[in-house]
């Protein structure tokens, strides 16, 4: 078993989470859940193609940061493990099941399957099969933010701009270069590392001669921030608290969230690298059990209310299946349509 770090606790006298907010991050962070579910059911049964990489386990990262931004406004970008990171952003379920079914009804039109999904209208920014290639694009997206608001005087423009990518990516050069650029120009930008502890079979602790990937932000005089991606109220607060630095004009921030994937690196990896011990570890810090037991004990939702979302979100799983199901195909001759923008 791969040495554990200890986890940053947090200050429960520091929580201000009302019920709203609650519930908004226990229903989102089921609707990944039962999503992922779903999808390893269709891969096995044969329905569903190509490499899937699916989020069970890392929830509370997607929903504690994305919640904590502005629906439909700010931007986000993901990277080949994208599906959980749309449904939070507010793609629709029907949208996101039916684009891994390469279906027209997708929100990529069935041409960019489970590592591209992309939504202008949410401003998904896409999912990237390379690593490190989607942090210059986010960094292109803040950068128009504040380039709009300070050379072309738009008030309106204080959009925040998170890009996520992996722990083996803090290791690429994209990841310097870009945390150079977005410091130098005070970049309203979360970089948002998932460190799962594991680049495909490769333990982090591995590959690089610095693990606490936080720590690198001092090198580009930015806030770095370590925090537990197993613990949704964690990451809330610390995504709002960069978030609010971000749209102050007061520059980026490097949050690493250290998470834990509960399948292999993708549908197709038999998962064998990993101890039986480590994955026994980490189930047990299951983020959804741990928030649900967190919302009842602070009287933020009942049981039987937690369950009834449980229920409905099923709903809304079985409600997606059926439309990707049923949805056409790409017409043939469309095949080189979205090539360009109209």
């Known amino acids: 078993m791969v040495s554990e770090r200890i986890l940053p606790e947090l200050n429960t006298a520091e929580i201000s989470l009302d019920r709203e907010t609650a519930l908004v991050l226990y229903e989102d962070m089921v609707l990944g859940r039962f999503f992922e ?6 891969y096995y049964r044969g329905k569903m193609f190509g490499f899937v ?3 069970n386990g890392q929830e509370a990262v997607s929903s504690g940061v994305i919640k904590a931004m502005r629906q439909d406004e700010d931007y986000v ?12 952003a507010g793609v ?6 039916a684009e891994l079914f390469g279906k027209e009804t997708g929100c990529s039109r069935g041409r960019g399957g ?24 986010a960094l292109g997206a803040a950068f128009q933010t504040k380039y709009r608001r300070e050379v072309l005087k738009n008030d309106s423009y204080d959009q925040v701009t998170a890009c996520f990518f992996g722990d083996g990516t803090s290791n690429n ?13 005070k970049l309203p930008i979360l970089f948002v590392v998932e460190n799962n502890k594991w680049a495909i079979g490769m333990a982090h602790e591995r590959a690089t001669s610095q693990p606490e990937i936080y720590k690198k932000a001092s090198v580009f005089n930015m806030a770095g921030v370590e925090v537990d991606g197993m613990d949704v109220v964690a990451v809330h607060k610390v995504a ?21 994937r509960f399948r292999g690196h993708s549908l197709a990896d038999p998962d064998e690298l990993r101890s039986a011990e480590e994955k026994q570890f980490w189930a047990a ?6 928030f649900a037991a967190f919302m009842t004990e602070h009287e933020l939702a009942s049981s039987e209310e937690l369950k009834e979302i449980q229920k409905r979100i099923q709903g809304v799983i079985d409600d997606a299946l059926t439309f990707a199901e049923s949805s056409p195909e790409p017409n043939p001759e469309d095949l080189r349509k979205y090539i360009f923008a109209d």
């Open 37 to 42: 579910d779903k999808c390893a059911e269709m």
């Open 53 to 55: 990489h699916l989020y």
């Open 77 to 88: 970008c993901s990277t080949y493990r994208d599906h959980v990171h749309a449904l939070s």
């Open 92 to 97: 629709p379920a029907r949208e996101v099941m």
């Open 114 to 137: 489970s590592m591209h999904l992309f939504s202008s209208a949410h401003n998904l920014l896409g999912g990237f099969a390379f690593i490190g290639e989607g942090i210059p694009v």
């Open 173 to 185: 050069g994209q990841f310097f270069e870009c945390l150079n650029m977005a410091a130098l120009w």
């Open 240 to 260: 709002t608290e960069a978030v609010a630095r971000a749209r102050a004009g007061e520059g980026p921030t490097l949050i690493e969230a250290l998470t834990y």
């Open 285 to 290: 810090r299951d983020p959804i059990k741990k």
